[in-house]
């Protein structure tokens, strides 16, 4: 049983501290947002993520998670300290580092004992460095020493527990052994492999693996708008490439890009990182440029089927950056209503779960529903955003029957062409030919 204290109650923060509880640790979670204390300490969880409710209350009843303000309290009650705050996009496009600073203050502040520091966050290359300079220069007792180790994390919004449980590998970047062993050692009850290496590389690998994913997302992205000019179909094309073990099938699945709290922000922090170093990343600016196209496909995809959309009816499924969480951080719905409401539509929205954090970014024009069928009764066009399973589930004979026109643009792939084809509707969707009820077809009918 280790003691544990983890800064920041983020995704981060409460899952892994949530993660190291149930192994056995004693863990406190602490944050200078008292009101969000409050509600964990009620039990209340101020993130929508599957299983950690129950996870927390376990945890919290046994008397292994603990949530507190007193974040100098509850540094100097524990030997291992977890930085998980924030790094955000800054107005420039760096990682804005004035959280970690913050909590690395704090940790100088209130270091009663010798302690290892760990870094989750993602943060530049260097910042392990930094830290450990600021720890040093705001020590209370000048004697006292401590080690920094960087350990970043890989779970993902939506499978967040089970990706800390079952995490492919544990990556710990250390310049001394003894603390890096310390952490391997704590990541012994979990199913991963823990790969060691120093402070630079273990900051980089975070960034790298990260930038890598969103690379294929551009990629198979660029590959679907070829598809859709020369009648290929972009579903088959990334099976076929994904049979090939070199590629692998995972993150090979065209849409309407990448969004969410950690690949537009991750993007732009490494290609400013490699800037700052005098290296030009075309590439990967390539990849960021190709991204933030793809969402305004929607709308070339409208002006083709339904011409200009003024007083026309929107229906739009799906809000949140990807299914199973509430998270609206760098959502193509952001982009993509505005623009629909600027041309002069109205816009009728559902989503199952992320409607209320959506309302602080959203216009309040849009309308709400309760449900898909609701949302899309009477509207001239669907359009859809996240793929939830109640958009994967809906009655398509249903829908057709109460839309004003039967036209859907998927931006996620949702259907198959036939499937649609059959069951009435004008349908479009990204790196595939456009169907209608009579055939296929590359030039979509207009009303
Ligand atoms: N969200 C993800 O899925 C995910 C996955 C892997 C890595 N990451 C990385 O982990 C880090 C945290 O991400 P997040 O989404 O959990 O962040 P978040 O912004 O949702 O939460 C950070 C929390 O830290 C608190 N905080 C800020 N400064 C503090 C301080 N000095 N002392 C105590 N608390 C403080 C904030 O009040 C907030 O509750 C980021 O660097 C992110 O890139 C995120
Ligand atoms: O084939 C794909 C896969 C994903 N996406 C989109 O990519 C974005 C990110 O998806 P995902 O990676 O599942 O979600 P995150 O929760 O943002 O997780 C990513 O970002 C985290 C924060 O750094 C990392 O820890 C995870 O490993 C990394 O997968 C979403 O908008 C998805 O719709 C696609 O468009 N096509």
Not at 224 to 229: G, T
Not at 340 to 355: N, T, Y
Not at 402 to 428: A, W
Request: charged share 25%; with cysteine; hydrophobic share 40%.
């Amino acid at each position: 049983m280790r003691k544990i204290t983890v800064i920041g109650t983020g995704y981060v923060g409460l899952v892994s501290g949530t993660c190291f509880a149930e192994v056995g640790n004693r863990v406190i979670c602490c944050d200078v947002d008292r009101n969000k204390i409050e509600r964990l300490r009620r039990g209340e969880i101020p993130i929508y993520e599957p299983g950690l409710e129950e996870l927390v209350a376990k945890n919290m009843q046994q008397e292994r998670l603990y949530f507190t303000s007193e974040v100098g309290e509850a540094i100097e009650a524990s030997d291992i300290i977890y930085i998980a705050v924030g790094t955000p996009m800054s107005d420039t496009g760096e990682a804005d580092m004035r959280y970690v600073m913050s909590a690395a203050k704090k940790i100088g502040e209130h270091l009663n004992n010798r302690k290892i520091i760990v870094n989750k966050s993602t943060v530049p290359v260097g910042t392990a460095e930094l830290v450990r300079e600021v720890v040093q220069a705001n020590k209370k007792y000048p004697w006292i020493t401590f080690d920094v180790v960087s350990n970043p994390e890989f779970l993902r919004e939506g499978s967040a527990i089970s990706d800390c449980m079952n995490m492919d590998r544990a990556v710990i970047g250390s310049d001394n052994a003894e603390a890096a062993k310390v952490i391997a050692e704590l990541h012994a009850p979990f199913n991963t492999r823990i790969f060691t290496t120093d402070l630079e590389s273990a900051e980089m690998i975070k960034y790298a693996a990260n930038t890598f994913l969103a690379t294929k997302i551009s990629f198979i992205n660029a590959i679907a708008n070829v598809c859709e000019r020369v009648g290929a179909n972009v579903i088959d094309v990334a099976e076929g490439m994904g049979l090939d073990s070199r590629i692998g099938n995972k993150f090979l699945q065209a849409g309407i890009g990448y969004g969410g709290s950690c690949f537009p922000k991750d993007t732009y922090a490494l290609a400013h990182i490699a800037d700052k170093a005098g290296y030009d990343f075309e590439l990967l600016k390539s990849v960021i440029k190709t991204n933030q196209r793809q969402r305004f496909i929607i709308m070339d995809k409208l002006r083709e089927s339904v011409g200009g959309l003024a007083g026309k009816q929107v229906a739009v499924l799906g809000l949140a950056f990807k299914p199973n969480t509430d998270d609206m951080r760098y959502a193509p719905s952001l982009s993509i209503i505005p623009e629909l409401l600027k041309q002069g539509a109205s816009v009728r929205a559902f989503d199952p779960i992320a409607v209320e954090s959506a309302r602080r970014e959203l216009p309040h024009e849009v309308q709400y529903f309760k449900s898909v069928e609701q949302a899309v009764a009477g509207s001239d066009v669907c359009v859809i955003l996240t793929e939830w399973k109640d958009v994967l589930d809906m009655d398509l004979d249903l829908i057709r029957q109460i839309m004003k026109h039967p036209i859907v643009i998927d931006g996620r792939n949702c259907f198959d062409l036939q499937t649609m084809q059959r069951s009435g509707f004008e349908y479009h969707s990204i790196g595939r030919a456009s169907v209608n009820a009579a055939g296929r077809d590359r030039h979509s009918v207009n009303f």
